[in-house]
């Protein structure tokens, strides 16, 4: 009998260590618009951008394809990978599964006992106000106002989201990210309106209604689709040639 080589479950570990690597490194890379939507991907090029073997590149970009940041064009030998572009269709699709995820969160913390629901209820107006205040002020900054968006939202999730469900949002997450990155480039103070829907979500959670609170996040990112969407005919859809 051969006795196991112990060396073969480090070298899988390395191998899973640098698909996780080049995986984190092109979503970021996608989600930030680094490269754009439509943009073609060629396998040596991302290898040689990365500074990483076509191995784990090719694993990480098999994932993102599931996760449909990245879709195949053509069929046969004429297939290649794209950037998935950002439309009209696809922004409602990911809006509407982030306010179900999101939705089912803001639920749960509006069940959270008087004690930290209270200390949430006022991390979430102080964020909320500094987004109004960021979205107000001249010159712009949508950097900043994208940032405490992102803030208010992730407040309620951390607050009340079991390990499950955080780990599905924020596996998902990232690809409302790619919409919402346009959303605030875009739209101007007309990203107001969210604030408002903020204040629904704030109320609810602080009156402790659970149907409220998911009704309120759920309605903020159909709404949020609808505005991006108005955006997005406006501007024309990115990277569908």
Known sequence: MVAPDPAVPSRRAARRELV?????RLRRLIVTGEMAPGTRIVEVDIAARL????????SALHILQKEGYIQ????????RLTITPLTQDDAFEVFTIV??????????????PAGPRGALVQELERI???MRQS????????????????????????????????????????QADRYVQLYYMTLGTEVLVS???HEQIIRAIADGDPIAARHAVQSNWENAAGRLNKSIARFGEQGRW
């Open 135 to 174: 979205a107000t002020r001249s010159p712009r900054d949508p950097a900043e106002t994208l940032r405490l968006d992102c803030d208010f939202h992730r407040a309620y999730v951390e607050a009340a989201a079991g390990p499950r469900l955080l780990a599905l949002h924020r596996a998902f997450k990232p």
């Open 72 to 79: 195949a064009a053509g069929k046969g030998r004429q297939s």
């Open 128 to 130: 909320n106000d500094a």
């Open 51 to 58: 500074n990483m073997s076509r191995t784990p590149i090719r």
């Open 99 to 112: 306010g179900d995820i999101e939705g089912l969160a803001a639920r749960w913390a509006a069940g959270l």
């Open 195 to 197: 604030t408002q829907e």
């Open 20 to 24: 996780t690597q080049a995986y984190e």
